[in-house]
């Protein structure tokens, strides 16, 4: 066999792989003035390989261009602009039919104090255990600032409250966009903040943590420090008793089998005491956990052969390209089946229920719904 076939072979097969490189143009846009923007640092990440960083580059005054960026099979990129200590992104997939790749990220002047953002709280859900509460809470902020700016300075502008008796915090994340942070509390003599900016547009705080429940009955204080048009509480079981200023009953989530209650009118800086009284759930751990690793596939990176081996290494990295996707669409399927499942359960659980409510003689029964009807919501809410 010729080498000149050898290398048109070769040729063929890199092009069906999307194996080559080519040039990738950052364009920087200011949003908030409409023309180009600057970025004290730019660098591209491979997602690919576990956000490794490929290149960076300082002081970038409209575009830049990073050279050699691998393109096709799992190529995927994540562009990443760092202006007055705040970070904007956008991410990329290269064509395989391409040479050369564009993508635009977007920056903002940055404001200290924070105005124009209208903050809401979706929902603020208490859990009754039988020694303690477990609490989950969203707070959302939307920044509608014309022209749109970030707001940030140090140590935060976002102020959250998480009580001083927490006995674990599972998890404080913020969001802006479609990927979640975990991050951290900053206690100032003012309040607490939490490090993130507000940038245009939504941004989420989600916070879930437990607190002690004793003898059954706690209080538990809320330190809401934002005008709150309709504050939403929701409680677990429905047999509970909740009381706070202000708070009455809106009815019943059946089909989560919640209590709803509202406060209207809350006020920055208000802090709201909720008295909670009575027989809390027993708590056992989630007996669906494990489908939380359904259909998660662990990619290996082939190391490159030697040369006598090339045409083979290749073809090889092309059918598990193939075997990948293929996989991959299985995963999917199964986590679909698996929260098609969480919910025929749930639904089948509640009316079950919903029959043994206000009967002493089946309390015990009742309890073991609760128990498993807890534990499938945590499921479905991790899996999604």
Same mark, same amino acid.
């Given at each position: 066999?010729?080498?000149?076939?050898?290398?048109?072979?070769?040729? /063929?097969?890199? %092009?069906?792989? &999307?194996? *080559?490189?080519?040039? $990738?143009?950052?364009?920087?846009?200011? #949003?908030? !003035?409409?023309?180009?923007?600057?970025?004290?640092?730019?660098?591209?990440?491979?997602?690919?390989?576990?956000?490794?960083?490929?290149?960076?580059?300082?002081?970038?005054?409209?575009?830049?261009? /990073?050279?050699? %960026?691998?393109? &096709?099979? *799992?190529?995927?990129? $994540?562009?990443?602009?760092?202006?007055? #200590?705040? !970070?904007?992104?956008?991410?990329?997939?290269?064509?395989?039919?391409?040479?050369?790749?564009?993508?635009?990220?977007?920056?903002?002047?940055?404001?200290?104090?924070?105005?124009?953002?209208?903050?809401?709280?979706?929902?603020?859900?208490?859990?009754?255990?039988?020694?303690?509460?477990?609490?989950?809470?969203?707070?959302?902020?939307?920044?509608?600032?014309?022209?749109?700016?970030?707001?940030?300075?140090?140590?935060?502008?976002?102020?959250?409250?998480?009580?001083?008796?927490?006995?674990?915090?599972?998890?404080?994340?913020?969001?802006?966009?479609?990927?979640?942070?975990?991050?951290?509390?900053?206690?100032?003599?003012?309040?607490?903040?939490?490090?993130?900016?507000?940038?245009?547009?939504?941004?989420?705080?989600?916070?879930?943590?437990?607190?002690?429940?004793?003898?059954?009955?706690?209080?538990?204080?809320?330190?809401?420090?934002?005008?709150?048009?309709?504050?939403?509480?929701?409680?677990?079981?429905?047999?509970?008793?909740?009381?706070?200023?202000?708070?009455?009953?809106?009815?019943?989530?059946?089909?989560?089998?919640?209590?709803?209650?509202?406060?209207?009118?809350?006020?920055?800086?208000?802090?709201?005491?909720?008295?909670?009284?009575?027989?809390?759930?027993?708590?056992?751990?989630?007996?669906?956990?494990?489908?939380?690793?359904?259909?998660?596939?662990?990619?290996?990176?082939?190391?490159?052969?030697?040369?006598?081996?090339?045409?083979?290494?290749?073809?090889?990295?092309?059918?598990?390209?193939?075997?990948?996707?293929?996989?991959?669409?299985?995963?999917?399927?199964?986590?679909?089946?698996?929260?098609?499942?969480?919910?025929?359960?749930?639904?089948?659980?509640?009316?079950?229920?919903?029959?043994?409510?206000?009967?002493?003689?089946?309390?015990?029964?009742?309890?073991?719904?609760?128990?498993?009807?807890?534990?499938?919501?945590?499921?479905?809410?991790?899996?999604?």
């Amino acid at each position: 066999m010729s080498s000149n076939f050898l290398i048109r072979i070769v040729s /063929f097969v890199l %092009i069906l792989t &999307g194996l *080559q490189a080519g040039d $990738l143009k950052v364009n920087l846009v200011n #949003g908030t !003035t409409n023309a180009p923007g600057f970025a004290d640092r730019v660098g591209i990440m491979d997602l690919s390989k576990g956000m490794v960083e490929l290149a960076s580059v300082k002081s970038v005054n409209g575009s830049t261009i /990073f050279t050699d %960026i691998s393109s &096709g099979g *799992q190529s995927q990129y $994540l562009i990443q602009a760092h202006l007055g #200590g705040v !970070t904007y992104s956008s991410t990329i997939v290269p064509s395989v039919d391409a040479s050369s790749w564009e993508v635009t990220v977007t920056v903002y002047d940055v404001k200290h104090e924070v105005t124009d953002v209208h903050t809401t709280v979706p929902f603020f859900v208490i859990y009754a255990f039988e020694d303690r509460l477990y609490i989950q809470k969203r707070l959302i902020f939307e920044n509608h600032s014309q022209p749109p700016v970030t707001f940030s300075d140090s140590p935060g502008v976002i102020k959250v409250h998480i009580p001083e008796n927490v006995t674990e915090l599972d998890y404080l994340t913020y969001k802006n966009g479609s990927m979640p942070l975990r991050t951290q509390v900053i206690n100032t003599e003012s309040g607490q903040l939490i490090p993130n900016s507000l940038k245009p547009g939504k941004s989420e705080i989600d916070i879930a943590y437990y607190v002690p429940f004793e003898s059954s009955s706690a209080l538990l204080s809320e330190i809401v420090n934002y005008d709150i048009e309709h504050f939403h509480v929701y409680v677990m079981p429905l047999t509970m008793q909740i009381s706070a200023p202000g708070l009455s009953r809106e009815g019943t989530d059946n089909e989560n089998g919640l209590a709803i209650y509202a406060i209207e009118g809350v006020k920055a800086g208000t802090s709201v005491d909720f008295q909670i009284s009575g027989k809390g759930m027993s708590e056992t751990e989630p007996q669906q956990q494990q489908q939380q690793t359904k259909g998660r596939i662990v990619v290996e990176h082939r190391q490159d052969a030697g040369m006598e081996y090339v045409i083979a290494g290749i073809l090889i990295a092309l059918i598990l390209f193939l075997l990948f996707i293929s996989i991959s669409q299985q995963g999917e399927n199964l986590k679909q089946e698996s929260v098609d499942s969480l919910k025929k359960q749930k639904q089948s659980l509640l009316k079950e229920y919903a029959t043994l409510e206000g009967s002493d003689s089946q309390a015990l029964d009742q309890e073991k719904v609760l128990q498993r009807l807890i534990s499938i919501y945590k499921t479905l809410d991790r899996i999604k």
